[in-house]
C-alpha cells in the first residue's frame, strides 16, 4: 500500500457500501484489495460487525473493518509470532478514529439513534444517515490505511 493510495482507499470504502455493502464489510473489502487479497471470506467474517456489532449499539462496523483490516496486513500467523505490530496499529487507528468523530460508538455517531429498533430504522432512513455511514467508512478505510503505510 502506498501513502498517495490513502484517498482511493477510502473512495474504493465508499463505493463498496454503495454497492450495497455495509461499513464493516465495505472497509474490510477495500483495504484488502489494495493489498492484493480477494477472498469472498472477507465480507463473510465482518458481516456481524456492520451497524455497530449487528445493530446493538455497539462499536462503529466502520471502525472494526478497518481493525480487520489492520489484523491482515500485520496479524500474527503462529501463537509464537508477536503480537505487538497489529496491537499497536490498532491502538493507533482506535484513538485517529476517536479524534475524528468523537466516538467509536455506533448510535453516538448516529446522533442517538438505535438501530435495533424499528423507530431508530426509520429514523436512518428519514435522516438520510446512511450518507453519514457511508462516509464514515470512507474515512475509516483512509485511516487503517495511513496506520498501514506508516508501518513499512
Excluded at 461499513?23 to 484489495?33: G, P, Q
Excluded at 472477507?42 to 456492520?50: E, I, K, S, V, W
Excluded at 446493538?56 to 483490516?69: F, K, P, Q, V
Amino acid at each position: 500500500m502506498e501513502g498517495t493510495a490513502i484517498p482511493e482507499v477510502g473512495k474504493s470504502a465508499e463505493a463498496f457500501f454503495a454497492s450495497g455493502f455495509y461499513c464493516a464489510e465495505s472497509v474490510v473489502l477495500a483495504i484488502a484489495r489494495d493489498m492484493g487479497i480477494d477472498s469472498e471470506v472477507l465480507p463473510n467474517a465482518a458481516t456481524g460487525f456492520c451497524s455497530g456489532m449487528s445493530r446493538t449499539c455497539g462499536i462503529c462496523g466502520a471502525l472494526t473493518g478497518a481493525i480487520m483490516a489492520v489484523g491482515l496486513s500485520l496479524g500474527r500467523s503462529t501463537p509464537t509470532d508477536s503480537v505487538a505490530p497489529a496491537y499497536i496499529a490498532t491502538q493507533q487507528l482506535v484513538r485517529a478514529f476517536e479524534s475524528e468523530f468523537g466516538s467509536r460508538d455506533c448510535s453516538v455517531l448516529l446522533g442517538g439513534c438505535d438501530l435495533s429498533t424499528p423507530e431508530g430504522q426509520e429514523m436512518f432512513t428519514a435522516q438520510g444517515l446512511g450518507r453519514r455511514c457511508q462516509q464514515i467508512t470512507g474515512k475509516a478505510a483512509e485511516m487503517a490505511a495511513r496506520v498501514l503505510v506508516a508501518k513499512r
